[in-house]
């Protein structure tokens, strides 16, 4: 098996892949990856989904030469990341969510065509294929524009062109949407399916918070969490792995207008979803295992003073094994977003 | 594609993206252009008024035109890596396949052709506007003894891209500090001789000093008061690009070695 044959290797090899910081108060050494075994096949859309701080980061960094593993090994493209660097670079892309690249002067035509160089593309094909993108991009009415006149959405835009510029064989996008409009968001989505399924082989490893990125977009997701792989399948392979039971959405309203305390509830682990600001109200999530009584939570919501607004039951998604692997949603985290490669006691 | 071509493009790129930029600025022509060669002006004024050798002017105006490319090479190259960081570019640079020296060099040529456009408007103010003197020389040997100052120059740069990068602030603040100490220890605006064996030594260290001398003595032969004689000058010179172009090397390859240990340096808030 020749190393780089498109044929023969995966996309992505990990093993045992472990990288640790020293943590800067304290000593002691902080693990952001602990084991993770990841492969991804050619041709391939992969999530990793997991709260800030599992370390889907510093696997990224790994993954594309930015960062040695302590133990373990990873083969991009059939090479090491670690000995054939270079062989490595020559056939990714990598896009991070609220990047900022390109020098501000530029016009987003030129900084594109800047990076296109930085890989060794041909002025004859950098020309179309920078058309191409920007047009992709929505920028079509910006291409002269400088970088530093562009709008926050419009510069991530911009990034996500700049990581297929050169056509790569596998791309790396670090929650590439952040910052973006819905329809723009919409719009790169559409790219990335239509890109891997046009260009046979070509593989995207994607990390996102966006659950419904990750559902729409990803052939298998992997939930990470605590530098750990806790579950790795196709969208329809974890949701078995949780189906049974009922999964159940209550819009609440304390009586004091606080944030009840509800480790649990009946012997439900619930959390917390998104405020309704407007509404005074606050979204509880959870699923009844089966054979589980809905009417006793609600009892025991009303116990402690709180009034139940409204009451839906839905099919299980994404967000649902998330929880049930993680035992928080993603909304919950509360460490900082690249802590995974950056630990608050990293260097 | 062959290595040397995708540095090439790469080098181009960058040097491109320069060039175009900074074109785009007209506060530039004012900042980058005008303003630094009134101290020039100061000094050839200086010495016209104390009716100095017309041969002390030149001086004047060559220490002012070299001043022009140290501060780029101080900012624009020293600075720049640093600058990348923090604008969270330079993790975009470590993972392109092209070489980093070949970045540094599209800095370093960008900078360069940069600041000789903005050195003309000295050239122009000292020689046709000031009407300042030069003997016969031969061109030949000052394109030489200039191209051979830049090498060594922005070769420095290239070294200081790294050593900004690793130390962070302290090397910026240092590099604010010693930018009046370097360009009296490099004689830009006086016979470097005049500091004796100082000179000598500061020479050595920074290669500002010694182009500004070997270039006053191809234009002013023994009116330049050289320092040393113009061969060792040179030769020095070659030691001293040579010197920091392998140092900068050096320099990249521990400071990613280290990025990629460490999990920093490459990171804005690391």
């Given amino acids: 098996m020749a190393p780089g044959d498109p044929q023969n290797v995966p996309a992505v090899d990990v093993r045992g892949l472990t990288r640790t910081f020293r943590a800067a108060r304290g000593g002691g050494e902080v693990c952001a990856l602990g084991g993770v075994d990841v492969r991804i096949e050619r041709g391939e859309v992969f999530g990793l989904l997991g ?64 990076f296109s160089q930085f890989y060794g593309v041909p002025g004859k094909v950098a020309g179309p294929r920078i058309d191409a993108l920007i047009e992709t991009a929505g920028l079509a009415d910006q291409a002269r524009t400088r970088i530093n006149r562009l709008s926050t959405g419009q510069r991530q835009r911009m990034n996500f062109a700049r990581g297929f510029v050169s056509d790569p064989d596998v791309v790396f996008l670090d929650e590439p949407t952040l910052g973006m409009d819905v329809n723009a968001a919409r719009a790169m989505r559409e790219y990335v399916a239509r890109w891997v399924r046009e260009q046979p082989g070509r593989t995207v490893l994607l990390t996102t918070h966006y659950m419904r990125e990750a559902e729409e977009l990803c052939d298998r997701i992997a939930i990470i969490d605590h530098g750990r792989v806790l579950a790795c399948d196709s969208f329809a392979g974890l949701r078995r792995r949780v189906e049974g039971g009922q999964h159940v959405e209550l819009e609440l309203r304390a009586a004091d207008g606080g944030t009840p305390a509800l480790p649990s509830l009946a012997g439900v682990q619930a959390v917390w979803g998104a405020p309704h600001p407007e509404r005074g109200t606050r979204a509880l999530k959870f699923r009844l295992p089966p054979g589980g009584a809905l009417a006793d939570v609600l009892r025991e919501l009303e116990a402690r003073g709180v009034r139940i607004e409204a009451i839906a039951t839905r099919e299980t998604s994404l967000e649902d094994v998330f929880v049930a692997l993680v035992g928080r949603g993603l909304e919950e985290s509360d460490e900082h977003e690249d802590d995974g490669a950056a630990p608050s006691g990293a260097p | 594609m062959s290595t040397l071509a995708l540095n090439l493009r790469a080098t181009w790129g960058r ?142 740069g290239m070294v200081m891209a790294s050593l900004f990068l690793l130390w962070g602030r302290e090397a910026y603040h240092l590099s604010n500090a010693l930018y009046q100490p370097v360009q009296f220890l490099s004689g830009l605006y006086f016979p470097l001789r005049t500091l004796g064996p100082l000179g000598i030594v500061a020479a050595g260290l920074v290669p500002l000093g010694l182009g500004v001398d070997a270039l006053r003595q191809v234009l002013l032969g023994a009116g330049a008061h050289g320092l040393l004689p113009l061969r060792f000058e040179i030769v020095a010179l070659v030691v001293l690009g040579a010197l920091f172009l392998w140092l900068a090397r050096v320099a990249l390859a521990y400071l990613e070695s280290l990025a990629k240990r460490e999990g920093r340096l490459t990171q804005r808030w690391q």
């Fill in chain 1, 51 to 114: 709260p800030n701080g599992a370390g889907k980061t510093t696997l990224i960094k790994i993954l594309t030469t930015l960062l040695y593993p302590t133990a373990g090994q990873a083969r991009v493209a059939g090479f090491d990341v670690i000995r054939d660097a270079h062989e490595v670079r020559k056939r990714i892309g990598l896009v991070s969510g609220g990047e900022s690249s390109g020098y501000g002067i530029l016009t987003v035509r030129e900084c594109l065509w800047m």
């Fill in chain 2, 15 to 156: 040097a491109y993206g320069r060039l175009v930029g900074a074109f785009r600025e007209p506060t530039w022509l004012l900042t980058d252009a005008i303003l630094p060669n009134l101290g020039m002006l100061a000094f050839v004024m200086l010495y016209r008024a104390l009716g100095a050798p017309r041969s002390f002017e030149t001086l004047a105006v060559v220490g002012g035109l070299l001043a022009t490319y140290w501060i780029n090479v101080l900012w624009g190259m020293g600075a720049q890596f640093y600058w990348e960081k923090q604008s969270g570019q330079l993790q975009l640079y470590f993972v392109a396949p092209c070489s980093r020296m070949a970045i540094l060099s599209g800095m370093a040529l960008g900078g360069f052709l940069l600041t000789t456009a903005r050195s003309a408007f000295g050239l122009f103010l000292g020689f046709v506007v000031v009407g300042v003197r030069v003997e016969p020389f031969s061109l030949p040997a000052l394109l030489g003894v200039f191209a051979l100052t830049m090498v060594a120059l922005y070769a420095l």
